[in-house]
């Protein structure tokens, strides 16, 4: 079945460390996205990509990094310059609007929980 | 600017209860819109879109939304809540300009026996 993959689900990180969320997706999209989601706040745009080698920052993208060297995958790195990570971390993924195939909607991931311990 | 507008952050009914939740966005196009629903600790789950035609839309679960230009709303409807229905929904306009999508805060739904 085609989708979204997140990993790992739960994840903790110590003060001054960098982590790493993996978001992999088997749907040919053309564009991902790294949202944040906090309580009461919906979500907030990290960083989204549109095409391989190449993304954009979002709303809040200080103290994380990303890379798309492959169209499948959109890995973030929440690194020690964002101080206070803890949140629930999505990532979506949608066709291009200049595709033929153009399905409108985003497909989400199950989400990544990080946790600062 | 884009931007989409949840105006209950917090809903409660009762079983077999129907329910409305409200949605406004700010759009200076035909919109793309869109309801999702989220579990808690799962992600999103498209209930429906819309983007022309009926202004009507039919989406899983028995929901339904209906789009109003004049008021740039987008409301969703379901006669009949289930408990099951408990979750978070968020409205959503887009893809727009390099593709981005914009969320409502959401509005949280607790269902009452």
């Known amino acids: 079945d085609g989708g979204i993959t997140q990993s790992p689900k739960y994840l903790f990180r110590k003060e001054g460390q960098n982590v790493t969320l993996s978001c992999e997706q088997n749907l040919n999209h053309d564009a991902m996205y790294w949202y944040r989601q906090d309580p009461g706040q919906g979500l907030r745009l990290i960083y989204y990509?549109?095409?391989?080698?190449?993304?954009q920052k979002g709303d809040i993208a200080e103290g994380y990094s990303v890379s798309r060297e492959k169209k499948e995958s959109f890995p973030l790195t929440v690194t020690s310059a964002q101080k206070n990570p803890t949140a629930f971390y999505l990532c979506a993924s949608t066709t291009d609007r200049a595709r033929p195939d153009f399905n409108t909607e985003a497909f989400f991931g199950q989400g990544t929980r990080l946790t600062v311990v | 600017a884009q931007s989409v507008t949840q105006p209950d952050i917090h809903i409660t009914v009762s079983e077999g209860a129907s329910l409305e939740l409200r949605c406004n966005y700010s759009?200076?196009?035909?919109?793309?819109l869109f309801w999702y629903v989220q579990s808690p600790g799962q992600g999103l789950q498209l209930l429906l879109k819309y983007f022309s035609g009926d202004t009507l839309v039919q989406g899983i679960k028995g929901f339904e939304a209906e789009f109003k230009r004049s008021q740039s709303s987008f409301n969703l409807r379901k006669p009949s809540v289930h408990w099951s229905d408990a979750a978070e929904y968020f409205c959503?306009?887009?893809?727009?300009?390099?593709?981005?999508?914009?969320f409502g805060t959401g509005t949280s739904l607790t269902v009452i026996p």
């Open positions: 959503a306009v887009g893809p727009v300009t390099g593709n981005q999508f914009y």
């Open positions: 990509s549109q095409i391989v080698n190449d993304f």
């Open positions: 759009y200076g196009a035909t919109p793309y």
